[in-house]
Each structure stands twice: as structure tokens, then as C-alpha cells.
């Protein structure tokens, strides 16, 4: 199975400040097909998880503009440009590209 | 709107059995792969298992295989998740997700979540 490796596992940041993750994949997910299948997802304490970003670097609707994906290969950033309270969850990244679909470890983005 | 309801969560001792249900609504159910992704306490998220659109393929994690079934009812728009000769490490909140294509495969996509099933193996 593929390995994805995510980097912080934790995350404290200042309210209005940017934040950075890295998530690194085994395997390069690039697929025959062009593209490259990975997701990233929050999830807010006590919920379930949510999708943000699809095929690296597309937003998911209603999600927030502060959020960017990018990377290519096997290596993959979120960003979010100016941390809000309401960011505080673990953020996945998530590859598609291989079977099985496998997860990152998860990272604890918490407030300063 | 895309809904998944899970239910038939619960305490179970090691070597029981229980079954999940999933019910969907707010999208042609029959024309879509269907998954089961767990998160055992305080911990990520694991693929579990996941089924064709019609039912006819299923598959499963190492960690299940042997032990768990996936079925779904398309006139009840609802997928089962049996699970057989429970360990304590299968205790985790079971989630159902809606997958984007009609087979397994490339890009699950997983858009669209449950709320969970929470399932605790324990004597």
C-alpha cells in the first residue's frame, strides 16, 4: 500500500498567521489518466471529516478561499493563508490514485 | 442534498458480531460505489471496505478480510457492513461514504461522509 507521510503532526498557530502541511506520498500519484488523485479533508472535533481540496489543488464548494493545495509527484502542500479559530481541526491528505485509498496520519492545526 | 445515516452501532465482546447499516438519500443511489472508512479512537482514518455500484464487487483491508462482509439493498437504498469474530482493535466510529464512480477504484473521491457508527469490541 501506498504510505503517506504528513508533516507537522502538530500545528500551533497565531490567529491570523498562515499555516503549512506537507504530506508526502511513497509512490508518485500521478495517474495514467494526467491526473493526480489527492484529497485533503478537515475534521473538526467531534465531527466527521470533510473534503476540502480534490485532485491537489481544487476547493471543494462553500469551502473557504484561505485554503490552496498544491504539489505534484509525491510531494503535496495545504496551505491556509490567515488562520481563523474555525480552522482548528486534523487535516488528511488522502491518495486515490493506487489501490487501496490510504491516509496521512493527520495533523492537529490548534491555536497559539 | 447527499445524505448517509449510519446505524447499528454498539458494545460488542471479542469474537461477536454486529452489522451496520447505511442509508442514503439525496442522489440515485443504485448508480454508485459505495465505502466504509473507520477511526479508531483518537486515532486516523482507515479504508475498510467498499462495494460496486450494484453490488456484484467487493473489497476489503487485510485487516478486515476473512472477517467482514459489505452488501447493499439498492431497493432500499442502504449498504450493510457485517462484521464477524470482532477484535478489540476493530472498536473505532465507522464511517459511510458515498464514492463518485460506480466501481471501486481510482479516485474515491469520498465527497460525502456520514455522521459515524460508533462500534466497541470489549468483554
Known amino acids: 500500500d501506498v504510505v503517506m507521510t504528513q508533516s507537522p503532526l502538530s500545528l500551533p498557530v497565531t490567529l491570523g498567521q498562515p499555516a503549512s502541511i506537507s504530506c508526502r506520498s511513497s509512490?508518485?500519484?500521478?495517474?495514467?489518466?494526467?491526473?493526480?488523485?489527492l484529497n485533503w479533508f478537515q475534521q473538526r472535533p467531534g465531527q466527521s471529516p470533510r473534503r476540502l481540496i480534490y485532485?491537489?489543488?481544487n476547493r471543494d464548494s462553500g469551502v473557504p478561499d484561505r485554503f490552496s493545495g498544491s504539489g505534484s509527484g509525491t510531494d503535496f502542500t495545504l496551505k491556509i493563508s490567515r488562520v481563523e479559530a474555525e480552522d482548528v481541526a486534523v487535516y488528511y491528505c488522502?491518495?486515490?490514485?493506487?489501490?487501496?485509498?490510504?491516509f496521512g496520519q493527520g495533523t492537529k492545526v490548534e491555536i497559539k | 442534498e447527499v445524505q448517509l445515516l449510519e446505524s447499528g452501532g454498539g458494545v460488542v465482546q471479542p469474537g461477536g458480531s454486529l452489522r451496520l447499516s447505511c442509508a442514503a438519500s439525496?442522489?440515485?443511489?443504485?448508480?454508485?460505489?459505495m465505502s466504509w472508512v473507520r477511526q479508531a479512537p483518537g486515532k486516523g482514518l482507515e479504508w475498510v471496505s467498499a462495494?460496486?455500484?450494484?453490488?456484484?464487487?467487493?473489497y476489503f483491508a487485510d485487516s478486515v478480510k476473512g472477517r467482514f462482509t459489505m452488501s447493499r439493498d439498492n431497493s432500499k437504498n442502504t449498504v450493510y457492513l457485517q462484521m464477524d469474530s470482532l477484535r478489540a482493535a476493530d472498536t473505532a466510529t465507522y464511517y459511510c461514504?458515498?464514492?463518485?464512480?460506480?466501481?471501486?477504484?481510482?479516485?474515491?473521491?469520498?465527497?460525502?461522509w456520514g455522521q459515524g457508527a460508533l462500534v466497541t469490541v470489549s468483554s
Open positions: 461514504v458515498k464514492e463518485d464512480s460506480d466501481e471501486p477504484g481510482v479516485d474515491p473521491s469520498f465527497e460525502h
Open positions: 439525496g442522489f440515485t443511489f443504485s448508480n454508485f460505489a
Open positions: 462495494i460496486s455500484d450494484g453490488g456484484g464487487t467487493t
Open positions: 509512490q508518485s500519484l500521478l495517474y495514467s489518466d494526467g491526473d493526480t488523485y
Open positions: 485532485k491537489v489543488s
Open positions: 488522502m491518495q486515490g490514485t493506487h489501490w487501496p485509498p490510504t
